[in-house]
């Protein structure tokens, strides 16, 4: 295990750069996954390490698409499998959703390290070796997902994704809820709801949100959807990174 002094000033920072670290030494994280972390740890300082408000109500909507979701899958990469396993498993126990594991650059090796990662924290029934269907247009090892698990699924949340993949989930008519802390990135902008905010944060908070949520209606929950605006929550976060404010200012 780590040792980093609990009273460093970027304690949370160093510690989720230590638990990629380790899922590359065990055959979870790709080195690209070391990049990805490096690009979205630089986006985070700019928003001051926090979830802002605007992210709040991005991940309180996140909440009631899962909860009325006919069927819905949280995608695992590499990344989120080494920061977030726990708090993962726990989000699709609270929301009733399937965990499917998806990769970018998928191996086998690293498909079942990371779905034996997550049954070692609570999951069963963990998806995506199987593989026995395709999102349409893209290649062919970034397209493999199970027939009953993403192919199937009318919601499905993302984090980390690339735009490619997102744009592709959309326009097989899912809903997608993406985790990015990039707002200028392709998959938050194709995003039904883009959650600009650390995983490390954003599913805790998600989770929080659904279990505040648990005994609202169906109507309750449209309501919450339907007053959502995609662009706004992009343009506070860009506004945040950009000039430190939350735009409403100049
Ligand atoms: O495990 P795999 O093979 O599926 O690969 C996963 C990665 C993430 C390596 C792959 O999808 C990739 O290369 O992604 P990109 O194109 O580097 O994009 C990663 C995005 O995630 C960037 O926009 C980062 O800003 C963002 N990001 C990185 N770390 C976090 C993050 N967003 C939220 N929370 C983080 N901790």
């Known amino acids: 295990e780590v040792d980093v002094p609990e009273d460093h000033p970027r304690y949370e920072s160093l510690l989720t750069r230590h638990r990629i670290e380790d899922g590359v030494a065990k055959g979870i994280t790709s080195q690209q996954g070391l990049i990805a972390q490096g690009r979205g740890e630089a986006f985070d300082y700019l928003l001051g390490e926090e979830t802002t408000p605007s992210a709040d109500e991005a991940e309180r909507v996140a909440a009631a698409h899962l909860l009325l979701a006919e069927h819905a899958v949280l995608s695992v990469n590499g990344n989120v499998a080494a920061l977030c396993p726990g708090e993962l498993v726990e ?28 049954e070692a924290h609570g999951a069963t029934d963990v998806k995506g070796l199987a593989a026995d269907a395709r999102i349409p247009g893209l290649s062919h090892e970034r397209a493999k997902v199970d027939a009953d698990g993403i192919y199937d699924a009318d919601v499905v949340l993302v984090p980390l994704e690339d735009g490619d993949r997102a744009e592709a989930l959309s326009a097989m008519g899912k809903t997608n809820v993406v985790v990015d802390l990039n707002p200028m990135s392709r998959s938050p902008q194709t995003a039904a709801v883009p959650v600009i905010d650390n995983v490390v944060r954003a599913i805790p908070n998600v989770t929080r949100h659904a279990r505040d949520l648990a005994d609202a209606t169906d109507d309750e929950l449209r309501d919450i959807v339907d007053a959502f605006d995609a662009e706004a929550a992009l343009a506070d976060a860009e506004a945040r990174i950009r000039d430190g404010g939350d735009g409403s200012i100049d």
């Open 91 to 118: 989000l699709a126990d609270v929301v009733g959703a399937d965990l499917e594991v998806n990769l970018f650059n998928r191996t086998e090796e690293r498909m079942r390290a990371i779905v034996e990662h997550l």
